[in-house]
C-alpha cells in the first residue's frame, strides 16, 4: 500500500471482513476507507453503486476500531477467583469510535 501511496492517486481502501482489524497502515495510506462487512449476494452492486456516486453511504459504525492490535479483547476464560478489572492489553482511544462514520 505505501507503494501504492507513492503514485499520487487516489487511494480508497474496501474493506470485506466480519471483525474489526487494526488499520493504522490502511488508515495512513487510504484516502478513504470503506467498510462492507460481509455484504452478500448485492454487496458488489452496493459497493460499486458507492464508489461510483450512485448510492450516498449513511452509515455509522456499530463497533469500535482498535487503533492496535492490543487494544483487541483478550477472553482468558478463568473461573470468577480472580476476576480482572479489564481485558484489554492496552487501554485507550480506538482508531474509529463507535457510530463514527
Same mark, same amino acid.
Given at each position: 500500500m505505501t507503494a501504492l501511496k507513492q503514485l499520487k492517486k487516489p487511494i480508497i481502501? /474496501?474493506? /470485506?471482513? +466480519?471483525? #474489526? &482489524? =487494526?488499520l493504522t497502515t490502511v488508515q495512513e495510506v487510504s $484516502? %478513504?476507507?470503506l467498510i462492507g462487512w460481509f #455484504? +452478500? !449476494?448485492? +454487496? *458488489? !452492486? *452496493? /459497493?460499486a453503486d458507492t464508489l461510483s456516486g450512485n448510492n450516498n453511504p449513511s452509515g455509522r459504525l456499530s /463497533?469500535?476500531?482498535p487503533l492496535n492490535s492490543q487494544q483487541l479483547p483478550v477472553y482468558y476464560y478463568q473461573r470468577d477467583a480472580s476476576k480482572q478489572e479489564s481485558y484489554y $492489553? !492496552? #487501554? +485507550? %482511544?480506538?482508531? &474509529?469510535?463507535? =457510530?463514527?462514520g
Open positions: 481502501s /474496501i474493506l /470485506i471482513q +466480519g471483525r #474489526p &482489524y =487494526e $484516502d %478513504a476507507v #455484504p +452478500g !449476494q448485492k +454487496g *458488489a !452492486q *452496493a /459497493i /463497533i469500535s476500531y $492489553d !492496552q #487501554p +485507550g %482511544a480506538p482508531l &474509529y469510535s463507535l =457510530e463514527q
